[in-house]
Structure formats: C-alpha cells, structure tokens
C-alpha cells in the first residue's frame, strides 16, 4: 500500500499545481492520453465495454502535501493537521485504477478533472466527445464511501437493480444502494446503459476526520483484478432515468486556461512556492541543501 500511501500526501484542488504534479508523477507514465479538457485516459483491450471511473482533485482548501498517519488497517489525518480533509475521495479509486492498469484488466480508464465542482471533466466529454462512450455499456466509480455500496440511484435511476445484483455478486459483502448522490458516471446515463459507484471503503469525507480502510482498499483491488465482466448484466433502457440533466457551462477548457498560464516548471514554482517547499520536504531536502546547490551552481 505504500503507493497508496504516498499519494494521499498530496492536496489537489482541482487544476492547482499540487495536481499538476500528482497525474505527472502517479498517472501520465501509464502511458494516458490527456483530452483537450485535461482527462487522462487510458484504453486497455481490443473494443472494451467497460469504463472505470474515478477523479484527480479532492476537496482540500488549500494545495501542497500533508502529513498523515497510518497503521495497517487504516490511514488518516493527525489530529494536529490543519488540513481539512484526508482526500481518499478520489485517491483511493485512482490508486485502485492505476493498479488495474498495472494487472492489465480490460476497460476504458477515465481518470476526470474537476469532479468535485460538478463533473467537468465528465460533463466535457458527455456534451463534447461522447463518441469515446458509443462502445461503453457500464461506466464504473470508484468514487463511494463505505464498504457496502453499488449504487443504483444518483438522484434518478442510473443502473438497473439486474446489473447491480450481478456486479454485487462478484464482489461479497456489496448491496444495491438507491441513496447515491453524484460522481462522474452520472453524467453518462444518457449514453451509457448501466452507470454505478461502489464503495471502496473511506468514511467521514469531505472532512478533517476523513479516514480510509487499507484493508477494504486492497481487497477490494484483489476482487477488481479478477473481476469477470461477461458476467455483468445489462438491462437499463436509457430513457429510465429521473436524472436531472446538467447543461454545460463551460466555452472553453480549464485545462487549456490553466495550461496557457503556467508553461514551464519556473512559472508553477513562481506560482506555488508553498507547494515547491513542501515537496521538498517530502523529500528530504532542507533549506540548507537548497543554499548549497544555489551557491554551487555560480
């Protein structure tokens, strides 16, 4: 889990330079391809069926890294720590999908921007690209707090009770849940027949007391990895939905906005010296060793 761990460090407002650095280091050597909204993605298998979902920015106010404590059940804020949230909404279903990538496991793998504003990178896609969705009959979140969860309802109907059953049938100890809110997927019921979120097994989130379950964490990774998807069911009409529909709001990219902004590593260290210094710190380097190779280098 120590990956897991290593990435929870990291506060990511959505488009900040902590997140910047985050997809850098964690995503983009997956070999994901970045639309013009700055969603990664990743097609793995011929012609997948399957989308996986999850998100790269947390709610946290401010961006850099932050400490947490952990054992081997569970990982969390100090009560010390003035961030106000741990942000295993979404670490955790990023951690899940990169080590899916890792095992190779078939799908179409989204990891969207702006998730915790209201689903930008998801809605940019649905309004803008939904081609990528043609092919794609479950759209999958890692995005859920418990341990229970396949969700049915995000607001209206997003999957059908036959597939919840057969994905709750995969993965022991999971329940259809009609009490879902929003994430990603939800975006999608309108081109993709079955959209869920399950849990994977955070709690308190959104919060300074936000805590995640390692043990649920990895299990649940073990289940993903042999997760057998001709057996899912598909039953969901599109039009059974008392979604809301959301109307893009967005004329221009974020992601091109922020990318036409900060070019080059001097502008984003000029932009988030709290950010820089703290990422030193992770890694060991202190003010004098920063003096040292300043003054070396003339």
Same mark, same amino acid.
């Given at each position: 889990?120590?990956?897991?761990?290593?990435?929870?460090?990291?506060?990511?407002?959505?488009?900040? *330079?902590?997140?910047?650095?985050?997809?850098?280091?964690?995503?983009?050597?997956?070999?994901?391809?970045?639309?013009?909204?700055?969603?990664?993605?990743?097609?793995?298998?011929?012609?997948?069926?399957?989308?996986?979902?999850?998100?790269?920015?947390? /709610?946290?106010?401010?961006?850099?890294?932050?400490?947490?404590?952990?054992?081997?059940?569970?990982? *969390?804020?100090?009560?010390?720590?003035?961030?106000?949230?741990?942000?295993?909404?979404?670490?955790?279903?990023?951690?899940?999908?990169?080590?899916?990538?890792?095992?190779?496991?078939?799908?179409?793998? /989204?990891?969207?921007?702006?998730?915790?504003?209201?689903?930008?990178?998801?809605?940019?896609?649905?309004?803008?690209?939904?081609?990528?969705?043609?092919?794609?009959?479950? *759209?999958?979140?890692?995005?859920?707090?418990?341990?229970?969860?396949?969700?049915?309802?995000?607001?209206?109907?997003?999957?059908?009770?036959?597939?919840?059953?057969?994905?709750?049938?995969?993965?022991?100890?999971?329940?259809?849940?009609?009490?879902?809110?929003?994430?990603?997927?939800?975006?999608?019921?309108?081109?993709?027949?079955?959209?869920?979120?399950?849990? /994977?097994?955070?709690?308190?989130?959104?919060?300074?007391?936000?805590?995640?379950?390692?043990?649920?964490?990895?299990?649940?990774?073990?289940?993903?990895?042999?997760?057998?998807?001709?057996?899912?069911?598909?039953?969901?009409?599109?039009?059974?939905?008392?979604?809301?529909?959301?109307?893009?709001?967005?004329?221009?990219?974020?992601?091109?906005?922020?990318?036409?902004?900060?070019?080059?590593?001097?502008?984003?260290?000029? *932009?988030?010296?709290?950010?820089?210094?703290?990422?030193?710190?992770?890694?060991?380097?202190?003010?004098?060793?920063?003096?040292?190779?300043?003054?070396?280098?003339?």
């Amino acid at each position: 889990m120590q990956e897991f761990l290593n990435m929870i460090r990291y506060k990511r407002p959505a488009f900040s *330079a902590t997140e910047e650095i985050f997809v850098n280091k964690f995503i983009r050597p997956l070999g994901t391809k970045t639309d013009k909204f700055g969603n990664l993605m990743k097609s793995i298998g011929d012609h997948p069926n399957t989308l996986w979902s999850c998100h790269t920015d947390t /709610v946290h106010w401010t961006e850099g890294l932050q400490k947490v404590i952990h054992n081997d059940d569970t990982v *969390a804020l100090p009560e010390s720590s003035h961030s106000n949230c741990l942000g295993a909404d979404c670490t955790a279903g990023v951690w899940l999908m990169t080590e899916m990538i890792k095992a190779k496991v078939p799908g179409l793998y /989204v990891f969207h921007r702006d998730e915790e504003n209201g689903g930008g990178g998801s809605m940019h896609i649905a309004s803008k690209t939904p081609d990528l969705l043609k092919d794609i009959d479950a *759209a999958i979140a890692f995005d859920r707090f418990g341990t229970k969860s396949v969700i049915t309802h995000q607001f209206g109907r997003c999957c059908s009770d036959d597939f919840a059953d057969s994905l709750c049938e995969q993965l022991p100890g999971s329940e259809k849940d009609d009490s879902g809110l929003f994430t990603d997927t939800a975006n999608y019921v309108d081109h993709v027949s079955e959209c869920t979120n399950i849990s /994977v097994g955070y709690a308190g989130h959104h919060s300074h007391k936000e805590v995640q379950n390692l043990k649920f964490l990895n299990d649940l990774k073990n289940r993903m990895i042999k997760l057998d998807t001709s057996k899912l069911r598909f039953s969901r009409d599109l039009k059974d939905t008392g979604y809301p529909r959301y109307k893009p709001q967005f004329a221009a990219s974020r992601f091109d906005d922020w990318v036409s902004k900060t070019r080059t590593l001097e502008d984003l260290i000029r *932009a988030n010296p709290g950010a820089v210094a703290d990422l030193f710190e992770m890694y060991g380097l202190t003010a004098g060793d920063l003096e040292e190779h300043i003054h070396g280098s003339h």
